[in-house]
Nanobody
Framework: QVQLVESGGGLVQPGGSLRLSCAAS????????MSWYRQAPGKERMLVAT???????NYADSVKGRFTISRDNAKNTVDLQMNSLKAEDTAVYYC?????????WGQGTQVTVSS
């Protein structure tokens, strides 16, 4: 079965960096687009970044130039490098993919940006 497991969250000061990772299993990883979403308290879950099977990427305007999504098809992982973090980046970050028309989500990892 499809499984997505996020890691790498934590507490970081404003201006700092974190790297999130999502380990995928149960499907042919290289064939599918992967996305990172986030959900802040009291807000709807929003798309942060996507990387296609051909490694095309797109980003939410709020993170362009600060975040970078990448994938390692040999390791079945998708990472999100987050730089110049701001308090408003505080959220639970989720990995997501759609396989054969069904959406799969990880359990999420908490990112807190605070001094």
């Amino acid at each position: 079965q499809v499984q997505l497991v996020e890691s790498g969250g934590g507490l970081v000061q404003p201006g700092g960096s974190l790297r999130l990772s999502c380990a995928a299993s149960g499907f042919t990883f290289s064939n599918y687009a992967m996305s990172w979403y986030r959900q802040a308290p009291g807000k709807e879950r929003m798309l942060v970044a996507t990387i296609t099977s051909d490694r095309y990427t797109n980003y939410a305007d709020s993170v362009k130039g600060r975040f970078t999504i990448s994938r390692d098809n040999a390791k079945n992982t998708v990472d999100l490098q987050m730089n110049s973090l701001k308090a408003e980046d505080t959220a639970v970050y989720y990995c997501k993919t759609i396989v054969r028309g069904r959406a799969y989500w990880g359990q999420g990892t908490q990112v807190t940006v605070s001094s």
